[in-house]
């Protein structure tokens, strides 16, 4: 009896055990999943933010006093920016969309390592949300750009021999034809195989590159529906065309 009675504490203590074990695994396991989820939101909150820093619309704010946006294409990028203001404002347009995207997969990841948490690349997170912050941003109205220049500043950092294969393909194209939603669209359209071909030649993981690189491509062509009208009926402009008559002239001061 004695030795049925230590067999069954010793069975009890070995259960008990179990469970402890089994219960601490999981509230670390729910831990890890509520940092993951605090991560997730903190990175892309901040890079939607970012990424609503529409420097089109600054630019023409401080450069004339006035919203790209009654101009043109209505658009807030630097491609309308440099047909309504000019080259310089143009410049200052294209550093501040391009860095943003940058600086916002960058915080994105800083975030993520603060945090502890390793499940997935932040990079994709948070770039996403920058160009979403971007096409709509929260400080102008929701009323933002097409997303390009945003999205090569975070290639850069999330795939930058694309960017470099990109830009060797499509800047000579955009030299000779002088229309930049033609190079856009058709870059939008290549991104995502020329991310699976670099991918499979460096023997890397193909998923989450790929339905990124698909994600931003369907995002900045659905963004382009308006140019793809024009360059089908031979009436898009190009880079050096006059000004329409509706256009400034002078920034107002």
């Not at 820093?53 to 006093?65: K, L, N």
């Not at 491609?79 to 404002?89: A, C, D, V």
């Not at 550093?95 to 390592?113: E, H, T, Y």
């Not at 690189?213 to 793809?228: C, D, G, M």
Request: charged share 20%; net charge positive; aromatic share 12%.
């Amino acid at each position: 009896n004695r030795k049925v009675s230590k067999q069954r504490e010793k069975g009890l203590q070995y259960s008990e055990t179990v469970d402890t074990m089994y219960w601490r695994r999981m509230r670390r396991m729910e831990s890890q999943i509520m940092l993951n989820l605090a991560a997730c939101v903190l990175a892309g909150l901040v890079a939607y933010l970012l990424g609503s820093i529409s420097f089109a619309v600054i630019v023409s704010r401080i450069y004339a006093h006035d919203d790209v946006r009654k101009y043109g294409s209505k658009n807030a990028g630097m491609t309308n920016i440099l047909r309504t203001y000019g080259k310089l404002p143009a410049f200052f347009t294209l550093l501040g969309d391009f860095f943003k995207g940058v600086l916002a997969v960058l915080v994105g990841r800083w975030i993520f390592s603060l945090m502890g948490v390793t499940a997935f690349d932040a990079g994709y997170l948070a770039g996403f949300f920058a160009l979403l912050g971007h096409l709509y941003p929260v400080f102008f109205g929701f009323k933002g750009g097409k997303g390009v220049l945003t999205s090569l500043g975070i290639i850069l950092v999330v795939n930058p021999l694309v960017l470099l294969i990109l830009l060797i393909i499509f800047l000579p194209v955009l030299f000779i034809t002088r229309i930049v939603s033609l190079v856009s669209i058709t870059g939008a359209m290549l991104y995502p195989f020329i991310t699976l071909i670099v991918d499979l030649c460096l023997r890397r993981p193909v998923l989450f590159d790929f339905l990124f690189a698909a994600l931003f491509s369907v995002i900045v062509i659905y963004k382009h529906r308006e140019n793809i009208k024009r360059l089908l009926n031979g009436t898009e402009r190009r880079i050096g065309d006059k000004k329409p008559s509706q256009e400034p002239s002078e920034p107002r001061k």
